[in-house]
């Protein structure tokens, strides 16, 4: 299917690292556009068309955001940050 093809090859590139980040609301955006942008290529509609985000979204059958995945690393990060012995 398009969309594991996107979330392999886009999205492991776009957030490679990311659980370090910190994104401001400008970056944000930014890689919900580029994820729009392959989920909507995907699907094949043009800008053009009007189709908003959301219905994209269940054409692709696509839940979760990019910004959620970014959030799930950081908390995994986080936790293994805080497992870690001081004197490491």
């Not at 969309?3 to 999205?11: A, M």
């Not at 970056?27 to 909507?40: S, T």
């Amino acid at each position: 299917h398009k969309k594991y093809i996107g979330k392999t090859l886009v999205e492991s590139v776009a957030i490679y690292g990311s659980e370090v980040w910190t994104i401001s609301k400008y970056y944000k955006n930014r890689l919900i556009a580029l994820e729009m942008d392959y989920l909507r290529r995907s699907a094949r509609k043009s800008k053009l068309e009007h189709v908003t985000n959301k219905e994209i979204r269940n054409i692709m059958e696509a839940e979760e955001i990019i910004i959620e995945r970014i959030e799930e690393k950081e908390l995994k990060w986080l936790g293994h940050v805080l497992r870690m012995e001081d004197e490491r």
